[in-house]
């Protein structure tokens, strides 16, 4: 069953605080041309990852500038989403996993279900915009009656590179779209055709559980409940449990960071979603490599560890890691900085985005950078400060979830003209 996704609600006025007038003003120009605009957002999970992340934040503000958004999820068996992730693992450029004929009659079996769901729904003749989210649910379109809206395919991993089967097997799903948008130019295949073609940084809600200021009383207490001593410095990796992610790079680093700051304690904070098969096997290689470790502690949303424990890990980590091998645009280094805490970070995807030189980070590319560089910034506290301050000014500028939705109404705009 397609599902549709329950959200809160939130109010465009409130960000007014937090985001400069150059994005306000804008985005009040444009949503004038919009309301009442009725708007799908496609998907493959509710929760877990970037994706949901954004939407959980998005929808409802959509919906209070008087656009009519709706956000679905796709349905489809576990095997469905062994396929979507070894197609979003070859994307990405990975050769190991060819994408068998059994894959693709199960992919494009399970697109035409959920276009055929959708057909039913007495609401879908009435869609001005339809955004699909990522591969999963990308051949929907080419199951169903295109009609009068506008469908835009909104990529969010790093397809630059992408393994040429993998490709050359998705690309006519995409033929049928009206517009494409990557996170970053780079990010499109090289030979996808370049109209159409967009490109739109994610962004993060300032104002949610998972980015709203906490007082520091609150966030020790969060941590301490949970098992981290508040008063020892603390390194915290928080992503999905994926080998693009590199956590057990992360563990390495943390073992030659200890040699110099004895101690130091490491946090890998990671989630299952339910479109991430790979997820227990990462989990279980991390459990191996630090079991019996007392200073490394692995966590998930199913011990309890959600968006207010995330909040407090970013807060309150002396530097944050985000060791990622391939990335598409990494959320959680914007989270960061936005809590003034410094990162350091693989120079993957969307993070130098983020991540400047001298502000907000250190870049790296090894194990052995990640180590020198945690290791640096672990014993300067003048620097991690300055760092911090530098990557929350930038993330104001050019990361809070405003900026994101000017970007989307001047595309639907453009679009619709
Ligand atoms: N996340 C979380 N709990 C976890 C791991 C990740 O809430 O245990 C969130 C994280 O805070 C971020 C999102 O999931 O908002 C991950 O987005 P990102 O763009 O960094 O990576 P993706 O998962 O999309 O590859």
């Not at 605080?17 to 998907?43: F, K, W």
């Not at 998972?210 to 008063?231: C, F, H, Q, Y």
Request: net charge negative; charged share 20%.
């Amino acid at each position: 069953m397609l599902q549709t996704v329950d959200v809160g609600e939130l109010s465009i006025s409130a960000y007014r605080t937090v985001v400069p007038d150059q994005i306000m003003e804008p985005l009040a120009e444009v949503t004038n041309r919009l309301r009442g605009a009725r708007v799908l957002h496609l998907s493959a999970t509710p929760y877990g990852g970037g994706v949901s992340e954004l939407l959980r934040s998005t929808v409802p503000l959509y919906n209070d500038l008087g656009i009519d958004a709706t956000w679905k999820i796709i349905s489809g068996r576990p095997p469905f989403f062994t396929v979507t992730k070894k197609l979003h693992n070859a994307l990405q450029g990975a050769a190991d996993e060819p994408i068998t004929e059994a894959d693709r009659a199960l992919y494009e079996q399970t697109a035409a279900d959920n276009a055929a769901e959708l057909a039913a729904d007495p609401q879908f003749p009435g869609y001005d915009f339809v955004f699909v989210h990522d591969p999963q649910p990308s051949a929907v379109l080419s199951f169903v009656d295109h009609g009068s809206a506008k469908w835009i395919w909104r990529c969010h991993i790093d397809t630059s590179a992408p393994d040429p089967a993998a490709w050359s097997y998705l690309r006519p799903f995409l033929t049928p779209y009206d517009a494409t948008v990557f996170t970053m130019a780079q990010f499109a295949p090289p030979d996808l055709d370049r109209t159409g073609v967009n490109i739109i940084p994610p962004a993060i809600d300032p104002l949610s559980p998972k980015n709203m200021s906490l007082d520091d009383r609150t966030t020790r207490a969060v941590l301490n409940w949970i098992g981290i001593e508040p008063d020892r410095p603390l390194v915290t990796q928080v992503s999905r449990f994926d080998p693009w992610k590199d956590p057990l790079g992360v563990i390495a680093a943390f073992r030659t960071v200890r040699r110099t700051v004895p101690d130091v304690q490491l946090a890998l904070v990671g989630s299952m979603a339910l479109d991430d098969p790979e997820a227990w096997a990462v989990y279980r290689a991390i459990t191996a490599e630090s079991e019996g470790d007392p200073d490394i502690h692995v966590f998930t949303n199913l011990t309890g560890v959600g968006n207010i424990e995330v909040n407090a890990f970013q807060r309150m980590s002396t530097v944050m890691v985000q060791k990622s091998i391939r990335e598409g645009f990494g959320l959680v280094v914007s989270e960061a900085l936005w809590k003034g805490t410094p990162i350091v970070a693989g120079a993957a995807g969307g993070i130098p985005l983020q991540v400047a030189d001298d502000s907000g980070g250190i870049l790296v590319d090894s194990v052995t950078e990640c180590a020198d560089a945690l290791s640096a910034l672990l014993t300067d506290p003048a620097r991690t400060a300055a760092l911090g301050a530098a990557g929350h000014e930038r993330v104001r500028k050019h990361f809070l979830l405003p900026r994101l939705l000017l970007d989307e109404l001047t595309l639907m705009d453009e679009v619709a003209a």
